[in-house]
């Protein structure tokens, strides 16, 4: 089945620093991978998300990139802010669900 | 428009005990998921559904159960609770387009359970 690996799992940024999260898949039959941005004490949210025929995505200080050939793809966050802290989850779609990566903490220093 | 509700929030059962978790979904989707997370390992399948009245496995279903009778309310079981279930569970729901998920999940606020 679908395997999906999260790196690293703790990142420590300054303010106004880029921050950089890694995931690698294993099936190449995966076709979509959405990440989500956790909260303390809330559920996950869906930040931004990437399809297989895509390379690249942007929305404001958020982008993802997809390497189909490697299978990984990375979020990248630009301008970092304190509220930028939180948990991260990387995801792949496997049929009809999403397979999700161990997370990665963010914290953002001012 | 509230999105996926989950209760309870929070709950402490002795081991043995049964409960059941709820969740229910205003936004008449077909897929609903329920997911447990623990520290260091992200977020972990327990079941899920496609449709009303239908149920499948997901990563880690052992020691769960759970129904669908209604298209917007998912039910997770545990018939005799044990230490190594406490956790946080969450629920979540999409709307697929045909064979893809054309949308994201859209996740509760989640229910944590601690088993002693």
């Known amino acids: 089945g679908e395997n999906v690996e999260q790196h690293p799992s703790t990142l420590s940024v300054q303010e106004g620093d880029s921050a950089v999260i890694k995931c690698t898949y294993s099936d190449s039959a995966s076709n979509y991978f959405p990440w989500y941005k956790q909260e303390l004490g809330k559920g996950p949210q869906l930040i931004i998300d990437?399809?297989?025929?895509?390379g690249e995505k942007k929305d404001q200080r958020i982008a993802v990139t997809l390497n189909k050939t490697a299978k990984h793809f990375s979020l990248h966050i630009t301008e970092t802010q304190p509220e930028d802290s939180a948990v991260y989850f990387c995801?792949?779609?496997?049929?009809?669900?999403?397979?999700f990566g161990q997370g990665t903490e963010l914290s953002v220093k001012p | 428009n509230a999105g996926v509700t989950q209760t309870p929030k929070f709950r402490v059962l002795k081991t043995g005990q049964s409960m059941t978790l709820l969740c229910a979904q205003d936004m008449n989707h077909e897929y609903m998921y329920w997911y447990r997370q623990d520290p260091g390992m992200g977020l972990r399948l327990i079941h899920y559904?496609?449709?009303?009245?239908?149920?499948a496995k997901g990563e880690v279903p052992d020691g769960y159960n759970v129904s669908r009778l209604k298209k917007q309310n998912f039910l997770l079981g545990l018939e005799s609770a044990a230490p190594s279930q406490t956790s946080v569970y969450f629920c979540?729901?999409?709307?697929?387009?045909?064979?893809?998920?054309?949308?994201?999940?859209?996740f509760g606020s989640g229910t944590r359970l601690t088993v002693v």
């Open positions: 995801a792949a779609r496997r049929g009809g669900k999403l397979i």
């Open positions: 559904s496609v449709g009303e009245g239908t149920t």
């Open positions: 979540a729901s999409t709307q697929p387009d045909g064979l893809t998920l054309r949308y994201g999940y859209t």
């Open positions: 990437i399809r297989s025929n895509v």
